[in-house]
């Protein structure tokens, strides 16, 4: 057996060990008394033309055609319909022949990364970070490296970035919005990392790509901006997933962009073909890669998440917590009220609020609070936040 | 970048390759007048019930929880249903709780590997073997050893077998019936394989798991019976696929079954939810989840695979070709006409006949013919068929 997988299906990620507990606290004690800020299930229906495109292409008069293989890299129709998409809303070239449909961002993540790294290879992120990240990359066979973002704006801190680059980093790997913080990485920032990147691979005499998880780049809030990242360095490869923009999480669906101005592109997607292969993919589920192509530029309603931020930021910031300005994603990370993040939740379960330690994302101190949940829900739980200041206050 | 997922990438699967040919040649003159025999596409319909149930679901009441994150094993009450479907079926104990959805075979077969093997560990398996298993052992770390058949038959010849075990043994993969010959393994087979791990495991003290690929298992032809292999040997684990059964491999569903009763079961299943975990599979696609789980010991109308397996292995064999009349599958593996299989399936183009050479399947001097097509395809090639096999006559 191998001991690697036995420990990550012994020891499962810390959200999804909570979610499965709020799961049985439910059935105990009824789903409305737990208020669980645990996963980022989206709360917003997905928009009615997905059921409708959905049902429309089951009723198709083809439906072997229908629900057969793809190619491996995806319908060549669904590739030219996202590639159109992208190059008219961010004015950026986009050709087909470098995306390649996946099963999701964590899928585009282990795609990406296989191909992209070899033993020993360094893949930089920043903290806090989505806690799978370490298991993508050291499936790729890299190690991961998270550096600790400014503290007073979650955006990167460059003389930690600069001296961490070296002969080993194959990859710089962002998220913006991020997850778990709901920061977006300002236009300064992105110029600032794309100048770095060009002047250390010239150092090095190697390509350092930018890897950019980008699941919640149309969950933005007050008009920000997030800047397209292959406009500011030529060598990104974007990773990108419909679950949170279409609130489709369980079916799995995104895709690769492999930027064509970047080093070696071809040959980066021909290995991003083939890790997808070796990894078993064979083809991303063709009844929603065939959905999303008509569905392209649509989002669920994310006017709810915008008002559930501002409820729950301000509420909280009343009762004494604080947290950076999320301007992104569906997540609040919150300073704990005690040093030891773990044992601050523990006190939260008491109120039945589950929250996520930050340790996992890299962060000690902090909590994650996912407001994709229904704003009654969140009205309700306003209360058990504030008892649970309370006691710290005493 | 990743050497060999590049070489994966650029030199892909021989299957595909010929498929997307066929793509290229069908626009070029018309799609009636190639006879693409290349791809295990199901060209049978998917029942209706199942696109009566997909449309049920998606118009269910709770479109977030439909197309939500799953557990990563799996929504309960799908294992549930299926656990229940095999115990009845089969007569064998089944337990949801050693049950994990997967985004079909290939996903299946890459995430058992990686939770069985460790680097330097052997998978045996038996020529012909479908072509990716390669791909996927090495995948794990593993080397896939494939040994010849019994000529004849097909059938596992156990005097290779028993030469081939040894203390690097860490499964056998086993895939009945086959892709690409459509044999199915009988009792006695099954049995005296059995007996061989038995005491082959006992020789090297340590147990060596069986791992059965059974996409086809529902695809079987004139009464033939497929042995449930959890019931000759307690360490098998079952990698499924509704893929061919439901006629939907572009959908991506399937599951791995752990035998309860196999050697560390329960360390073996966190594994696989660990290899799950680590390759990025997330959760296995909600929706089609959710249907299997209403569409159990449902198959699409198989009936139409006999008859085309009889039109053309009888018409084959008139024109002078030899094969091992295939019980199940969809496939016929052929002895090519000439020595060298690919320079035969290069004649075999002449006349637009796409067929597969065998030496990727591990046997060298076959090509594999793929007849889930349509009947009237497959009597529209058959003088194509007559013309090659008169050019070898001459």
């Given at each position: 057996?191998?001991?690697?997988?036995?420990?990550?299906?012994?020891?499962?990620?810390?959200?999804?060990?909570?979610?499965?507990?709020?799961?049985?606290?439910?059935?105990?004690?009824?789903?409305?008394?737990?208020?669980?800020?645990?996963?980022?299930?989206?709360?917003?229906?997905?928009?009615?033309?997905?059921?409708?495109?959905?049902?429309?292409?089951?009723?198709?008069?083809?439906?072997?055609?229908?629900?057969?293989?793809?190619?491996?890299?995806?319908?060549?129709?669904?590739?030219?319909?996202?590639?159109?998409?992208?190059a008219?809303?961010?004015?950026?070239?986009?050709?087909?022949?470098?995306?390649?449909?996946?099963?999701?961002?964590?899928?585009?993540?282990?795609?990406?990364?296989?191909?992209?790294?070899?033993?020993?290879?360094?893949?930089?992120?920043?903290?806090?970070?989505?806690?799978?990240?370490?298991?993508?990359a050291?499936?790729?066979?890299?190690?991961?490296?998270?550096?600790?973002?400014?503290?007073?704006?979650?955006?990167?801190?460059?003389?930690l970035?600069?001296?961490?680059?070296?002969?080993?980093?194959?990859?710089?790997?962002?998220?913006?919005?991020?997850?778990?913080?709901?920061?977006?990485?300002?236009?300064q920032?992105?110029?600032?990392?794309?100048?770095?990147?060009?002047?250390?691979?010239?150092?090095?005499?190697?390509?350092?790509?930018l890897i950019?998880?980008?699941p919640?780049?149309e969950?933005?809030?007050?008009?920000?901006?997030?800047?397209?990242?292959?406009?500011?360095?030529?060598?990104?490869?974007?990773?990108?997933?419909?679950?949170?923009?279409?609130?489709?999480?369980?079916?799995?669906?995104?895709?690769?962009?492999?930027?064509?101005k970047?080093?070696?592109?071809?040959?980066?997607?021909?290995?991003?073909?083939?890790?997808?292969?070796?990894?078993?993919?064979?083809?991303?589920?063709?009844?929603?890669?065939?959905?999303?192509?008509?569905?392209?530029?649509?989002?669920?309603?994310?006017?709810?998440?915008?008002?559930?931020?501002?409820?729950?930021?301000?509420?909280?910031?009343?009762?004494?917590?604080?947290?950076?300005?999320?301007?992104?994603?569906?997540?609040?990370?919150?300073?704990?009220?005690?040093?030891?993040?773990?044992?601050?939740?523990?006190?939260?379960?008491?109120?039945?609020?589950?929250?996520?330690?930050?340790?996992?994302?890299?962060?000690?101190?902090?909590?994650?609070?996912?407001?994709?949940?229904?704003?009654?829900?969140?009205?309700?739980?306003?209360?058990?936040?504030?008892?649970?200041?309370?006691?710290?206050?005493?």
């Open positions: 057996m191998n001991q690697r997988m036995y420990e990550l299906g012994s020891k499962r990620s810390v959200i999804r060990e909570i979610f499965e507990f709020g799961k049985s606290r439910a059935a105990q004690i009824g789903a409305e008394n737990v208020y669980d800020f645990s996963l980022g299930n989206p709360s917003v229906a997905p928009p009615q033309i997905v059921e409708d495109t959905l049902i429309e292409l089951l009723r198709s008069d083809n439906p072997t055609a229908m629900h057969g293989y793809t190619s491996a890299q995806g319908d060549a129709s669904v590739r030219g319909a996202i590639a159109e998409y992208i008219k809303t961010h004015g950026v070239e986009c050709d087909p022949s470098f995306l390649y449909m996946t099963c999701g961002a964590a899928a585009s993540l282990t795609i990406t990364l296989s191909a992209l790294c070899n033993r020993g290879d360094e893949v930089i992120t920043f903290a806090p970070y989505f806690t799978e990240y370490k298991v993508f050291e499936t790729a066979g890299a190690k991961l490296i998270a550096l600790a973002s400014d503290p007073e704006t979650f955006q990167i801190d460059f003389n970035l600069e001296g961490a680059i070296g002969k080993n980093t194959a990859a710089i790997l962002v998220n913006s919005p991020n997850n778990p913080s709901g920061v977006v990485y300002n236009e920032t992105i110029r600032k990392l794309a100048e770095m990147l060009c002047k250390k691979s010239k150092e090095y005499g190697k390509t350092i790509y950019t998880d980008e919640y780049r969950l933005v809030y007050g008009g920000v901006e997030v800047p397209y990242l292959t406009k500011y360095y030529p060598h990104t490869i974007v990773c990108y997933s419909y679950s949170k923009s279409l609130s489709l999480p369980g079916e799995r669906i995104g895709y690769i962009f492999v930027n064509p970047a080093e070696r592109a071809k040959e980066l997607y021909l290995a991003v073909c083939g890790a997808g292969r070796a990894l078993g993919y064979v083809c991303a589920p063709s009844l929603f890669q065939k959905m999303v192509a008509k569905c392209q530029g649509i989002t669920s309603d994310v006017s709810i998440y915008e008002k559930n931020r501002n409820l729950l930021a301000d509420a909280l910031r009343k009762f004494g917590y604080q947290c950076v300005q999320p301007d992104g994603a569906f997540y609040l990370f919150v300073r704990a009220l005690e040093e030891d993040a773990n044992a601050f939740c523990e006190r939260a379960k008491k109120y039945n609020l589950l929250l996520v330690p930050g340790d996992d994302f890299g962060c000690k101190g902090y909590v994650r609070i996912a407001y994709c949940v229904s704003t009654e829900m969140i009205q309700r739980a306003l209360p058990s936040f504030e008892k649970l200041a309370n006691e710290y206050k005493k």
